[in-house]
């Protein structure tokens, strides 16, 4: 038996949460990632020579869209499960007839549904500045889909995880922002020196924007079936890690 | 009646080390109206939160409905709806969409006539697309009670439902409790209003301390442990109370010019017949004579500072 009701109404509920918030949700990370178009692509990008037959703007166009996604999955997640522990609506959450799957599938389904909708957005903003080219469109989305729902899930658990705004800001700061910076998100793995390059295959959001990049342009750090098996046992991680949260209750069935 | 709700030694301890309940049981019958009494922090919420799900019990069980309440969860808390004693509510919804909401979320396929009619029974259907953070507390209150029953629970609790709650609305919800439980919802309520107890409720349990002291039909408590006092006025005060009177272990007030005689009312006789004769043989003058019964209030601080 599945609440399929309950899964409905916190979807839903989602949703137009974003709805409401709009300008938050769809145009900052369409605004600075115009940004990021305008210095590195148009600017300095035309000063740079091609990356593997890539001219500099267009090969940074994964990686931009990658680091608006985690950034937005992260957030709208940790937001969405955060907040109602800190108001104490929780409460009704945790006496429904609901199990952690299906809260999972609500709130992660809708944290993970709008930033699918940004990233989206983004790419139709990256094709203003650059001719974009996807030559592996099934993939793409693929990348897109599984990205989004195994970062919410990782917001899902910061959220459950913070107990106070501060914590929640911690882990999207502290963590992904030099994550993705040193994930190759403006360069290629090759262009460091051999240790660093050893250093950055433990980073794994490497992983994430090498074969989000190879759906593109067939360029690539690390096999893209690697990039896939890596992002896979992430989302597992997260997954387990949430089950056991709910089963143990941690910080929300005391 | 059959036992709804049936609760078996069940304790809490939270994380801190703090022993919320102890081996509490407690059989609830289906359809009554159960007050919960006891002072703060003596494990009302913690008792009513276990119940719904959202503490994990230490020991012990829960049935619901013949239900688990772990076990079968789904089960038994569609059966529930909870009134929590916080105003805990979003603040961007509108009362509309936040009613339809919890509905929704206890499984319920959406009725937009049945919610209609809840919100008007409250008094909210004109504040329907307010959102919430605009609504007074006295609104709210009302807001998380249609929550509780938009799913139609067959049992309800209202954690402190009148704290901080105005006259007008403390008369409404009793109303809504009445007819909710003609019904024949069954309604658990804590509180540490005693008149609330005495008002409404079929059956008063007293807890403390993580205890529960007793459970009885409340006129049955207040008949077994209400005791009666007689005030007697004297016209002239006395120094002390006169050796002849002793037996009845009256007390002088203050002043010497009023004597307290209390006796049970459950005793065959009261005594009264002999210690008016006695008054007057001891060659004391009345003034006035009161008697008065002890309140649930008198009757739960005695239990209270007993055990």
Request: glycine fraction near 20%.
């Given at each position: 038996m599945i609440n399929f009701q309950a899964v409905r109404v916190i979807y839903k509920y989602e949703m137009l949460r974003a709805w409401h918030t709009l300008l938050q949700t769809i145009e900052s990370p369409v605004i600075s990632t115009s940004l990021y178009f305008i210095v590195f692509g148009a600017a300095i990008g035309s000063r740079i020579q091609e990356i593997e037959g890539v001219s500099y703007g267009v090969f940074i166009v994964p990686g931009l869209v990658m680091f608006s996604l985690l950034t937005q999955n992260i957030s709208n997640a940790s937001f969405a499960i955060f907040f109602p522990k800190f108001t104490g609506t929780i409460y009704e959450i945790m006496s429904a007839p609901i199990s952690f799957f299906e809260i999972i599938v609500g709130y992660v389904g809708a944290a993970a549904s709008k930033s699918l909708i940004v990233g989206v957005i983004i790419l139709l903003t990256a094709n203003l500045f650059v001719d974009l080219r996807v030559e592996h469109p099934l993939v793409m989305l693929l990348f897109l889909v599984l990205t989004c729902i195994s970062f919410s899930l990782f917001g899902f658990i910061i959220g459950l995880w913070a107990t106070n705004f501060e914590k929640l800001q911690l882990i999207p700061m502290l963590v992904i922002t030099p994550l993705v910076f040193l994930g190759g998100s403006f360069y290629s793995v090759n262009m460091l020196p051999p240790f660093w390059q050893t250093v950055t295959l433990f980073n794994p959001v490497l992983y994430l924007i090498s074969g989000f990049r190879w759906s593109f342009?067939?360029?690539?750090?690390?096999?893209v079936g690697i990039s896939l098996g890596m992002i896979t046992l992430f989302l597992l991680a997260c997954l387990a890690l949430v089950w056991w949260m709910f089963k143990t209750g941690y910080r929300l069935r005391p | 009646m059959p036992n709804v709700i049936e609760v078996q030694s069940l304790a809490k301890t939270y994380a801190g080390g703090f022993e919320a309940l102890r081996a509490v049981d407690l059989e609830i019958e289906a359809g009554e109206i159960l007050a919960l009494l006891?002072?703060?922090?003596?494990?009302k919420t913690t008792l009513i939160s276990i119940i719904c799900g959202i503490v994990t019990p230490s020991a012990g069980s829960v049935r619901v409905a013949g239900n688990d309440i772990i076990a079968d969860y789904r089960i038994t808390r569609e059966l529930i709806g909870l009134v929590p004693q916080e105003l805990t509510l979003g603040a961007f919804d509108s009362v509309w969409n936040t009613v339809n909401f919890s509905r929704g979320l206890f499984g319920k396929p959406p009725d937009p006539a049945y919610i209609e009619q809840l919100l008007k029974d409250l008094s909210l259907w004109e504040k329907r697309?307010?959102?919430?953070?605009?609504?007074s507390g006295g609104m709210k209150r009302r807001v998380l009670i249609a929550k509780a029953l938009s799913h139609e629970p067959r049992i309800l609790f209202l954690d402190e439902p009148t704290a901080g709650v105005d006259v007008e609305l403390r008369q409404d919800m009793w109303k809504i409790v009445r007819r909710l439980n003609d019904s024949g919802v069954t309604i658990i309520l804590t509180t540490h209003y005693i008149e609330e107890a005495e008002e409404i409720a079929d059956r008063v349990g007293v807890i403390d301390h993580g205890k529960l002291l007793l459970v009885d039909d409340k006129k049955r408590l207040m008949h077994q442990l209400g005791r009666k006092q007689l005030l007697i006025e004297l016209k002239h005060a006395i120094d002390a109370v006169p050796a002849a009177l002793a037996e009845y272990g009256l007390e002088r007030s203050a002043d010497g010019t009023c004597l307290t005689y209390t006796y049970d009312t459950?005793?065959?006789?009261?005594?009264i017949t002999a210690l008016l004769q006695d008054l007057h043989g001891a060659g004391l003058a009345l003034k006035d004579l009161k008697s008065s019964q002890s309140s649930l209030e008198e009757i739960f601080v005695s239990l209270v500072s007993s055990k």
């Open positions: 342009f067939e360029v690539a750090d690390v096999s | 006891g002072p703060n922090g003596a494990g697309e307010n959102e919430l953070r605009t609504l459950q005793g065959e006789r009261t005594g």
